[in-house]
Nanobody, 128 residues
Framework: QVQLVESGGGLVQAGGSLRLSCVAS????????MGWFRQAPGKEREFVAT???????????DYADSVKGRFRISRDNAKNTVYLQMNSLKPEDTAVYYC??????????????????WGQGTQVTVSS
């Protein structure tokens, strides 16, 4: 059974930092591109960041323009975990953040509708 389990969300003041974690289990994710999406109330789920690796090392990362330079996606192969380090948080970053996996040999961002597996989501709230 495939599972993506997120953790690390919470309440933080503007300018603060949080680190989200996503532990993947249930299959070999080496041929999956992993990523983070977020969904704010009344809005569609949107792409945040993605990471693709090859032979155990980082091959490609991409970020939404709104988070570029503030967020960093990374992976720990030994722990089968993907991280999203979020710095300089803004109130507009408030959303439920979802870990996502897509079975593809391609790399780069993808539409939420093409995701194969989702985590349960973790709430991030940034106060002004």
């Amino acid at each position: 059974q495939v599972q993506l389990v997120e953790s690390g969300g919470g309440l933080v003041q503007a300018g603060g930092s949080l680190r989200l974690s996503c532990v993947a289990s249930g299959r070999d994710f080496s041929n999956y591109v992993m990523g983070w999406f977020r969904q704010a109330p009344g809005k569609e789920r949107e792409f945040v960041a993605t990471i693709r690796w090859s032979s155990g090392s980082i091959f490609y990362t991409d970020y939404a323009d709104s988070v570029k330079g503030r967020f960093r996606i990374s992976r720990d192969n030994a722990k089968n975990t993907v991280y999203l380090q979020m710095n300089s948080l803004k109130p507009e970053d408030t959303a439920v953040y979802y870990c996502a996996a897509r079975a593809t040999l391609a790399y780069g961002r993808w539409p939420a509708t093409m995701t194969d597996y989702w985590g349960q989501g973790t709430q991030v709230t940034v106060s002004s």
